[in-house]
C-alpha cells in the first residue's frame, strides 16, 4: 500500500485512479488489527489501487471529508467519491471485501 505524503497528492490520486484510502493512524488498535489482513485485500482487490492516509497528518483533510473515525476507508473512481465504509468500528476482511465489491 502506497502512502499518501501531501493533500495535493490525495487530490490528484483521487481524481485520476480507481483508488482506495484506508485512514489509519499509528496509535489505533483496530488499525492495528486489519493491517495484517491489507495484503491480501488488496489482492483480492487488484482493480483498485490502495493508498494510506495517516489521519493524524491529515486532520484538516479529515475533518474536510467527514473522516472521524478509523479505520476508514474511501473509494474514489473518475474523480468521485464512489463509495465509503466510515466509523469508528473495528473492520474485519470479510466486511471490507464486501464493500469493496460492491462497488
Known amino acids: ?5 501531501s493533500v495535493e497528492q490525495f487530490r490528484q490520486v483521487a481524481a485520476e485512479e480507481r ?3 484506508m485512514f ?16 491480501e485485500i488488496e489482492q483480492e482487490n487488484s482493480d483498485f489501487a490502495f493508498y494510506l492516509v ?11 471529508l467527514s473522516i472521524f ?10 474523480g468521485e467519491e464512489a463509495g465509503r465504509f466510515v466509523s469508528k468500528d473495528r473492520k474485519t476482511k470479510e466486511e471490507i471485501n464486501d464493500f469493496l465489491q460492491a462497488i
Open 1 to 5: 500500500m502506497k502512502r499518501i505524503e
Open 19 to 21: 483508488a482506495v484510502f
Open 24 to 39: 489509519s493512524a499509528d496509535w489505533c488498535g483496530d488499525c492495528r488489527f486489519i493491517e495484517p489482513a491489507m495484503p
Open 54 to 64: 495517516d489521519r493524524d497528518q491529515f486532520i484538516d483533510l479529515c475533518a474536510e
Open 69 to 78: 473515525g478509523i479505520p476508514s476507508f474511501l473509494v474514489y473512481e473518475d
